[in-house]
């Protein structure tokens, strides 16, 4: 997945045990791997902390037009919320990605052409060998 000017290999977060567990086990990230937290609707409201998270990350959050609307740097182990409105995903990086509010994401893929590209829903996300895991 593209957001702004960044590639990065998500893990998806598309259950509340998934999402309740996050990266909080994880030790390292590359600077382009990350989580996507997908809820099946627009939320209200989204709190996220850092209290069991061993790295840095950015917690980027989402709106349902897939524009980035806020970008914590947070602190491993910080015990303070970080929250959000109207949020429909929310991405976690390694800290100080560069990501930006006001990014966008984007598909790019060489089997699609023009046409099918229209027809794809604002984000996919593909395993490694490409195959599509989820539709956004």
Do not use: C, W
Request: a negative charge; proline letters at 2%; hydrophobic letters at 35%.
């Amino acid at each position: 997945m593209i957001v702004g000017n960044k590639t990065f290999e998500v893990e998806i977060a598309d259950t509340s045990s998934k999402r309740y567990e996050g990266l909080s086990n994880v030790k390292s990230l590359d600077e382009d791997e990350g989580m996507l937290f997908i809820y099946d609707e627009v939320q209200e409201f989204v709190e996220f902390t850092m209290k069991d998270t061993n790295i840095d990350l950015d917690i980027i959050f989402i709106d349902e037009e897939g524009v980035v609307v806020n970008v914590e740097h947070a602190k491993a182990h910080d015990p303070d919320p970080f929250e959000e409105e109207d949020i429909l995903y929310v991405l976690e990086v390694p800290y100080k990605s560069g990501v930006k509010v006001g990014d966008d994401f984007e598909i790019e893929d060489e089997d699609f052409n023009d046409e099918d590209k229209e027809e794809l829903q604002r984000m996919l996300v593909l395993d490694s060998n490409g195959n599509v895991q989820a539709k956004i």
